[in-house]
T-cell receptor, first 114, second 113 residues
Framework: AQKVTQAQTEISVVEKEDVTLDCVYETRDTTYYLFWYKQPPSGELVFLIRRNSFDEQNEISGRYSWNFQKSTSSFNFTITASQVVDSAVYFC???????????FGTGTRLKVLA | ETGVTQTPRHLVMGMTNKKSLKCEQHLGHNAMYWYKQSAKKPLELMFVYNFKEQTENNSVPSRFSPECPNSSHLFLHLHTLQPEDSALYLC????????????FGPGTRLTVT
């Protein structure tokens, strides 16, 4: 069975704090893709990153960084020095090779307080 | 226009009305998707079209009827809806092969009265 778990339903931080959003996935496939999306209040899901199962390198993009660990089946997302504009719901998703369907997690609502 | 657009952005309809949601993608993709997002529920995949052919119907009630006339346009025809169908309906597109990033539209907020 394939599954994505985002155990944190809601997180509140004060501006400039660092915050990590957890994502744990389950799949028996050896080739798969993991994604993070941001959904601001406007509603549109914004693509943030894709990682394939053969690339365990961590990635940093500005204040965003992602930690992919196959040993723990996790793909965590860290925002450094959070800002109010980071307030949104963040979704982790899994796609396995040969299919273009996503399995989404339930999302984590991040509130960054000024 | 760029990316994925959806119209209307907001829709209020009675249970006996018939309406349609429209999605258009300007990304040259060949797969399009309808999702339903209800409060406190995970994103639900409703339909998938691959090169204009429907390849997925996730047990969606027949009061939702999709149409994909070409790879750039996707419609969701609505009739005899129920109040529990009130939700945000999101359209997305992607390439069928490769790395599968899906790009989403802004959604249509539907309220059924």
């Amino acid at each position: 069975a394939q599954k994505v778990t985002q155990a944190q339903t809601e997180i509140s931080v004060v501006e400039k704090e660092d915050v990590t959003l957890d994502c744990v996935y389950e799949t028996r496939d050896t080739t798969y893709y993991l994604f993070w999306y941001k959904q601001p209040p406007s509603g549109e899901l914004v693509f943030l990153i894709r990682r394939n199962s053969f690339d365990e390198q961590n990635e940093i993009s500005g204040r965003y960084s992602w930690n992919f660990q196959k040993s723990t089946s996790s793909f965590n997302f860290t925002i450094t020095a959070s800002q109010v504009v980071d307030s949104a719901v963040y979704f982790c998703a899994l796609s396995t090779s040969g299919t273009y369907k996503y399995i989404f997690g339930t999302g984590t609502r991040l509130k960054v307080l000024a | 226009e760029t990316g994925v657009t959806q119209t209307p952005r907001h829709l209020v309809m009675g249970m006996t009305n018939k309406k349609s949601l429209k999605c258009e993608q300007h990304l040259g993709h060949n797969a399009m998707y309808w999702y339903k997002q209800s409060a406190k529920k995970p994103l639900e995949l409703m339909f998938v079209y691959n090169f204009k052919e429907q390849t997925e119907n996730n047990s969606v009630p027949s009061r939702f009827s999709p149409e994909c006339p070409n790879s750039s346009h996707l419609f969701l025809h609505l009739h005899t809806l129920q109040p529990e169908d009130s939700a945000l309906y999101l359209c997305a597109s992607s390439q069928v092969e490769g790395t599968y990033e899906q790009y989403f539209g802004p959604g249509t907020r539907l309220t059924v009265t």
